[in-house]
């Protein structure tokens, strides 16, 4: 049972560097988000899809892109790294939106 | 009026002793109110959740606590122990399903 899968674990990147983070689920559930963690902000959404083909934005969005092409996968995109990119970023699932959301490992990401 | 509010920030319990953090909200839209624990290096993991139709949900030592007309629930741990120091998140869900988390309470239980 594999759940929820995010690579990598962590990263280092120069400002102005773009990087995808990957996030793979293998419960063929339909809604997929990304958080980021900041100390003393609890867990914050980026952007969110309630299936392929259809994502949305949260309350971060700016400087994060998605996509959506298959159930299993929903990758984030940083376009141009900044400083005050540098958080842990989370990707969970579900199955419905109000049922339990399954969270991967997280990404910490600095960036330089 | 999307925030949920978490307390305290962090909160030390003796072992056995019973742990409260407390959460309030403003959107009355809310509908679904879930607790998280998350420990070091991990990622966050449903521990108990709650709807607003129900005042009090249990399971094993943990309980949720909810007063719908305060707008404000809480979770109890009874018996703390050690192996329950984490950081407790709670959470709301409005609109498609997007969770709106508090702040975070770090627990720490002392043997």
């Known amino acids: 049972n594999a759940g929820v899968t995010q690579t990598p674990k962590f990263q280092v990147l120069k400002t102005g560097q773009s990087m995808t983070l990957q996030c793979a689920q293998d419960?063929?559930?339909?809604?997929m988000s990304w958080y980021r963690q900041d100390p003393g902000m609890g867990l914050r959404l980026i952007h969110y899809s309630v299936g392929a083909g259809i994502t949305d934005q949260g309350e971060v969005p700016n400087g994060y892109n998605v996509s959506r092409s298959t159930t299993e996968d929903f990758p984030l995109r940083l376009l141009s790294a900044a400083p005050s990119q540098t958080s842990v970023y989370f990707c969970?699932?579900?199955?419905?939106?109000?049922?339990?959301?399954?969270f991967g490992q997280g990404t910490r990401l600095t960036v330089v | 009026q999307q925030q949920v509010k978490q307390s305290p920030q962090s909160l030390i319990v003796q072992k056995g002793g019973i742990s409260i953090i407390n959460c309030a909200y403003e959107?009355?839209?809310?509908?679904?109110f879930p607790w998280y624990q998350q420990f070091p290096g991990k990622g966050p993991a449903l521990l108990i959740a709650i709807r607003p139709d129900v005042s009090e949900k249990k399971e094993g030592r943990f309980t949720i606590s909810f007063n719908k007309s305060a707008k404000q629930f809480s979770l109890h741990i009874m018996d703390s122990q050690p192996g329950d120091s984490a950081t407790y998140f709670c959470?709301?869900?409005?609109?498609?399903?997007?969770?709106?988390f508090g702040k975070g309470t770090k627990l720490s239980v002392k043997p």
């Open positions: 959107n009355t839209a809310f509908d679904y």
């Open positions: 419960m063929n559930h339909e809604y």
């Open positions: 969970a699932s579900s199955y419905l939106p109000d049922t339990e959301a399954f």
């Open positions: 959470a709301a869900r409005y609109g498609q399903g997007n969770l709106i």
